[in-house]
């Protein structure tokens, strides 16, 4: 049978690991699929940085076009990253009736909608396993391997990086910005951040577990995200004597109002294996009504790891690619006539447990009015710690830090009674909230 012959646009870290594991198992591929996988040509601006990765074996050129108008070129590999120029040429090469294969979160995230419309009626097929948890087979996992569950949420560790500085905040009992550093340093984290440590990427992620989940359109807009910039070591350490262990989480869950579709730095108890996942590694956890949780391990990213998904990917179309639409796995796991508008819900109407923090005057009746705040907004303590002022900030200190565990309440009320309690004179520094999750 013939080869599937694939161009690559944009040769970087990923596309070397394409290449190479390509290369290096294509036989084991053949056995598999019955056919080869052939890269015809590479692109990127850099030639000669490119040629150095796949020699004499391939041509490679700067113009993108000369691989989405290719005419031997089965699949379009794309691994620019981006969503501009890289939405342009994707739809471009949907047009000319090729299949796509992205490791680019944001690029679906933000224009799935379109991207996969476009390709419905190209009949052509839009796959994405290396965009989410990079080497985990994740998307195979919801879309394929628990497609007999209804799904009930799925959490996950999807951002290396964040992951990677929690682990050594945590271990090494120091704060964001001095870790930050030094995680730049040894290459875990990006020159600029930013997408990382605010928590975009992994919520780029979240919104795409998401639709497979639940069967919904990819709604990356509606996404809560809060990253781990504003974390201390303190909360961490608190969080630590109280059994729980702070990761950041992409956290989307069903509810009978709607979707959640939330990243935060939570609290998890240290107990389950999720709270156990270090340094640059990923885990996502998926709980289906009838297989009950499922826990999902290994890197996230890396240029091997993500090659063997996009590998996948490229070895599903060559078994499928003569297959007519209706019989392939649909892009979202759903039937797209069968796509759901179950809202996602605005953070108000969110139901989580939560960790406080508040620096308070140690003084008689301090704790009484925080507890009845709590009470009148119908907030349930689960546990409370304060430590001994002069612990906390010194000898002779006469403030000190109350650190309340509540039970599950909704979000505004969380809220109001913050507002209250934030207002109070004995509450003498900005309340720190963390929400916590069970994840039982
Ligand atoms: N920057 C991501 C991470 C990998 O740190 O996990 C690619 O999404």
Redo the contacts with the bound molecule.
Sequence with gaps: MKALKIGILGLGTVGAGVFNVLNRNQDEIIRRTGRGIEVVMVCRRNVAAAQEIVGNSVPVVADPSALINHPEIDVIVELMGGDTLSKELVLAAIANGKHIVTAN?ALLAVHGTEIFAAANAKGVIVAFEAAVAGGIPIIKSLREGLSANRIEWVAGII???TNFILSEMREKGLDFAVVLKEAQRLGYAEADPTF?VEGV?AAHKLTLMSSIAFGVPVQFSKAFIQGISELTATDINYAEVLGYRIKLLGITKRTSKGIELRVHPCLVPSKRLIANVEGAMNAVMVCGDAVGTTLHYGK??GSEPTGSAVIADLIDIARLSDATPAQRVPFLAFQSQHLSDFPVLSMDEVVTSYYLRIRVADQPGVLANIASIFAKHNISIDALRQREADEVCGEGANQTDLVVLTHDCNEGQMKMALEQIQALPTVLDKVILIRKEELA
């Design positions: 979160k951002n290396g990086t990382d990427d996230g990213a």
